[in-house]
Nanobody
Framework: QVQLVESGGGLVQAGGSLRLSCAAS????????MGWFRQAPGKEREFVAV????????STADSVKGRFTISRDNTKNTVYLQMNSLKPEDTAVYYC???????????????????????WGQGTQVTVSS
């Protein structure tokens, strides 16, 4: 069992930056591929970014590519999402998720599916004003 707790959300002006954190409980954090998803009002939850178990490989959605960076620190059981050049359309609740499945190759579509993930955090609100 893994518990995930996100933090770092808030209100920011367009063009600003935020850094989200997701702290995981337990001693097996490094066994999980970690992802970030977001859900805007009235929309489905969508993939944002993913990082493999060793932090050696990442993938991000086209909508945030070049602006968002995912990273992790396995010694701190924490995954991060650095968000720069924020836009109003980035407004959403952001969720981190953990997956014990798959072959750890994050470049394809497998880890963009919500059903691939076993555990989810409660979410943190990010609001970008224009």
């Amino acid at each position: 069992q893994v518990q995930l707790v996100e933090s770092g959300g808030g209100l920011v002006q367009a063009g600003g930056s935020l850094r989200l954190s997701c702290a995981a409980s337990g001693r097996t954090f490094s066994r999980y591929v970690m992802g970030w998803f977001r859900q805007a009002p009235g929309k489905e939850r969508e993939f944002v970014a993913v990082i493999n178990r060793s932090a050696g490989s990442t993938s991000t959605a086209d909508s945030v590519k070049g602006r968002f960076t995912i990273s992790r620190d396995n010694t701190k059981n924490t995954v991060y999402l650095q968000m720069n050049s924020l836009k109003p359309e980035d407004t959403a609740v952001y969720y981190c998720a953990a997956s014990s499945r798959g072959n750890d190759r994050v470049g394809g579509y497998y880890y963009t599916y919500r059903s691939t993930y076993d555990y989810w955090g409660q979410g943190t609100q990010v609001t970008v004003s224009s």
